[in-house]
């Protein structure tokens, strides 16, 4: 009898103690639902007032896509529906105004989908670390998330509408995922600005205007970058010169180079364009030098001038072209990153660190002295490969026929 | 001294003990004592507010401060 | 407890786990913190103790083939300082259990559950492990070996696919400062290398004895391997921000995207280091519940699970107010009291267990030699 007794006690036990597991089971304290979470898509920090920012979280509205997706739902108007709002509030760091926000959201905010991240000028102009140790410190925003600096106030660029993705944030993502300008993950500039160098270049936001019948569109450009030293925006360089800077770090991709012969009228364009770049840090006693190597290989895709390609002697005038072309706006960046920035973006500290460790430690603490009296050296070899369908200059045809 | 800790702790040992001494009825009775033993130490220890007194860690520390600060050196 | 056996393979296979489950989550940002970008030299200096650790457990269990280190040290060195040794070697290994458990539940609350309790996520890992223990050595075999695999393809997978973002170049200049950071750097890891000994409690439950020390060297090997290769990826990856994160294997399992869907792999890293630490935590666990019984002459070891879990749970939380306060602790304490109580006093008493025997062996010799006249 006593037996049977403990044998029901161990199974009210075991009993009691699965049902207590349901809860646990459950992970009841971390549900989170997808529709509890709001979906942060873009963030922007601005400065406001005195001493304190302006958090704007552009956030996703999954009803807003669900509707349109379907093609009864938004077809009334004609209007699109937009997918995003952009709330903001204001505090004296990050992790306050997203505080204040919160307050204001039914949803919980989520930063696992945020791929941007906006600085904007002013703020960037006085310091971005404070805000970069929230990022980096928090769990939930992405390492891979693209970092940016705004012309203006960085809130506006989130208010932006988009035609052809689902946001602003969407555009912005796809344009750097195309590399034409630079490419800058949160873990690229962390990993910048606290390498040797301590400089770093973001892609540069504009908001452009495209004049239309009824009424104009506004939208995001990459406009050149901004120069970031230690951890402040000292300067701006041109989209122009930021593709001497993809050069340099050999991260050209798909990329047209337009030049012009000497004294022969008209362009010839190469596309695409593939280059091995290396640089070759030297040291010579005091003389601290730097050797740009460049091998560059390119296929014609337009050809305005008075020149025909497929004559050898042609082709080594104008692979001279395309050479002096590469240095040109190779050399113009150099320049203006060196003596009117001062800020080594271009990883030469990296470099000289790798390849001279112990003279590297004699500079390391005036490398900002050093860097504007580096020697450059270039080394650029230039070499077209292919002409096209087409061999002859079209022009050279025309004319061609007309005798 | 926290209260909850130590009735939590109590409740655990009671479904321990409730679960556990009708298969060791057989057993010696020096196990029986150290089964026993061991539980109500660990019930003695939860009357303490554990990460705030000094305990392993903290004396580990201690003892093996002069190494650790070559490493720092 | 004669009946219990596992297999060599199987030892390997819980040793290894066992090493690299915390290792690679946190030694990659504790060596740079001194190595920097000679991080992935410090696990090769590191396995120094490892392979002298397997060494001195290898030799120790020659001498004792059928006993434990709790109880030969008795043998060794007398009935109460080997009494007082055991006990060291329990609150070492019950401690460090409760060091292990606890810096999981920091990590999975810190990385991913949030709003949960600690003493769940404790609770939780602490029960799953306690009947795994129970169910005795030979489950806890099996156990890895069902789950050895699920924990290494994941790493494996995980190193494959970062291969697109390597920045080899972030491994030079090699040695700047010469030889001493990457030593300062084994430190830390040494402390992880130095719990080989821990195959001390698996070698006398061995099918294969001979196989033993060959697969406890192969496993050292593995290990410093692996550490070498998280290490260089997390370098590849990080460069000079390794020193700055706190788990730097999580930063770079989130930095994979493949063709712009394949993203957000940091569960897999979530998963490699639970399964892991199951396995950690059910072996330490073990040594300490058998050390437990056979220090007190106890047959049956089952019976003592639950009250060590309850103090495992309980250690877990004694004097480590935070995560910043136990990372300290793993630096500058941890790799040191490891190291000594897991290879100097092994050291110490294999000295003496030789010496003891040469003069008893003597003694035999005489013994036959007399026998035999």
Redesign the interface.
């Known amino acids: 009898m006593p037996k049977r007794r403990?044998h029901f006690?161990?199974k009210f036990?075991i009993f009691i103690?699965f049902i207590g597991s349901i809860f646990?089971l459950s992970?009841c304290?971390?549900r989170w639902e997808t529709n509890d979470i709001a979906i942060v898509t873009a963030t922007a920090i601005d400065k406001k007032g005195d001493n304190q920012i302006e958090l704007s979280l552009q956030i996703f509205i999954p009803k807003a896509f669900g509707m349109s997706s379907s093609p009864s739902g938004g077809a009334g108007g004609g209007a699109v529906k937009e997918l995003t709002f952009v709330i903001s509030q204001k505090g004296v760091n990050m992790a306050d105004a997203l505080s204040k926000l919160q307050a204001e959201l039914p949803r919980k905010i989520f930063w696992?989908q945020c791929k941007v991240f906006i600085f904007g000028e002013k703020i960037a102009k006085e310091g971005i670390q404070d805000h970069l140790d929230f990022l980096?410190r928090h769990?939930q925003p992405?390492?891979?998330a693209y970092m940016f600096v705004s012309k203006g106030k960085a809130k506006h660029i989130l208010e932006l509408q988009s035609r052809l993705e689902r946001s602003s944030a969407e555009t912005m993502r796809e344009l750097v995922?195309l590399e034409i300008g630079l490419k800058v993950t949160l873990?690229d500039l962390?990993?910048m600005l606290?390498?040797?160098a301590q400089a770093a270049a973001l892609p540069y936001l504009k908001t452009m205007t495209e004049k239309g019948k009824k009424k104009s569109f506004q939208f995001p450009k990459i406009f050149g970058s901004a120069v970031i030293k230690k951890d402040q925006m000292v300067g701006y360089i041109s989209q122009r010169e930021t593709r001497g800077i993809l050069w340099i770090r050999d991260e050209i991709k798909s990329y047209t180079v337009t030049f012009e012969p000497e004294e022969k009228k008209g362009n010839i364009s190469l596309n695409p364009v593939t280059a091995k770049v290396d640089l070759i840090p030297q040291i010579n006693g005091v003389n601290w030098s730097m050797l740009v190597k460049i091998q560059t290989e390119g296929t014609v895709i337009q050809n305005n001038s008075s020149l025909d390609t497929s004559n050898l002697s042609n082709l080594k005038v104008v692979e001279k072209a395309f050479q002096d072309g590469i240095r040109k706006r190779v050399e113009f960046v150099i320049e203006k990153v060196q003596n009117e920035l001062r800020a080594d973006i271009l990883g030469f500290a990296k470099e000289f660190?790798?390849?001279y460790?112990k003279q590297w430690r004699k500079v390391e603490n005036r490398w900002d002295e050093v860097f504007p009296k580096v020697k450059i050296k270039y080394d650029i070899k230039a070499h077209i490969r292919k002409e096209g369908y087409i061999n002859k200059p079209m022009k050279f045809r025309i004319e061609e026929e007309k005798e | 001294m926290k209260w909850g800790n130590f009735l939590a702790t109590a409740f655990i040992i009671l479904i321990i003990i409730l679960l556990q001494w009708p298969k060791m009825k057989q057993k010696p009775k020096k196990e029986k004592s150290a089964f026993i033993v061991l539980l109500l130490i660990g019930l003695f220890l939860s009357m303490f507010d554990l990460p705030y007194i000094g305990g392993p860690a903290k004396w580990i520390e201690y003892v093996f401060n002069p190494f650790g600060e070559i490493l720092e050196k | 407890m004669k009946t219990v056996k596992i297999s060599s393979l199987q030892m390997a296979m819980l040793m290894y786990p066992t090493i690299v489950a915390t290792a690679i989550l946190s030694v990659p940002n504790l060596t740079a913190t001194y190595a920097n970008q000679d991080l992935w030299i410090s696990p090769i200096f590191a396995s120094i103790i490892g392979f002298l650790t397997v060494f001195i457990s290898v030799r120790l269990h020659k001498l004792y083939p059928e006993k434990t280190v709790i109880q030969f040290s008795e043998q060794i060195i007398g009935r109460i300082p080997g009494k007082i040794l055991g006990l060291a070697f329990l609150f070492f290994y019950i401690q460090s259990t409760g060091g292990i458990t606890r810096s999981y539940a920091e990590f999975i609350v810190s990385s991913f559950l949030f709003q949960t309790p600690i003493i769940v996520v404790i609770v939780s890992m602490v029960l799953l492990c306690a009947f795994a223990v129970y169910g005795g050595l030979e489950v806890l075999g099996r156990i890895t070996q069902v789950l050895f695999p699920l924990f290494f393809v994941p790493l494996f997978l995980l190193i494959i696919l970062l291969s697109p973002e390597y920045e080899f170049s972030n491994i030079f200049p090699i040695l700047e400062r010469g030889l001493l950071p990457p030593i300062k750097g084994a430190v830390v890891p040494g402390g992880w290398f130095s719990e080989f000994f821990i195959t001390i409690f698996l070698l006398p439950f061995l099918a294969d004895k001979k196989k033993g020390s060959k697969y406890g060297i192969l496993t050292v090997f593995a290990v410093m391997i692996t550490l070498v290769v998280v290490n260089l990826i997390v370098l590849f990856i990080l460069g000079n921000t390794t020193s700055s994160k706190t788990y730097p294997l999580m930063n770079i399992s989130r930095y994979i995207s493949i063709a712009d869907f394949f993203e957000n792999l940091e569960s897999v890293t979530m998963a490699i280091w639970i399964l892991g630490t199951f396995v950690k935590i059910s072996v330490f666990f073990y040594v300490v519940v058998l050390g437990t019984a056979q220090w007190l002459n106890i047959e049956d070891y089952r019976p003592l699970v639950w009250p060590i879990g309850i103090l495992i749970v309980e250690f877990s939380f004694w004097a480590v107010p935070s995560s910043m306060a136990f990372i300290h602790y793993e630096i500058t304490a941890f790799p040191f009291y490891s190291v000594t109580i897991q290879t100097i006093i092994p050291l110490f008493l294999l000295g003496i267990a030789f010496f003891r025997n040469k003069n008893r062996n003597r003694n035999k010799k005489k013994e036959t030699n007399s026998v035999y006249k």
């Open positions: 403990s006690i161990k036990l103690s646990l992970g304290w971390d696992g980096l769990p992405r390492e891979r995922d873990k962390n990993e606290t390498s040797e660190h790798r390849e460790p």
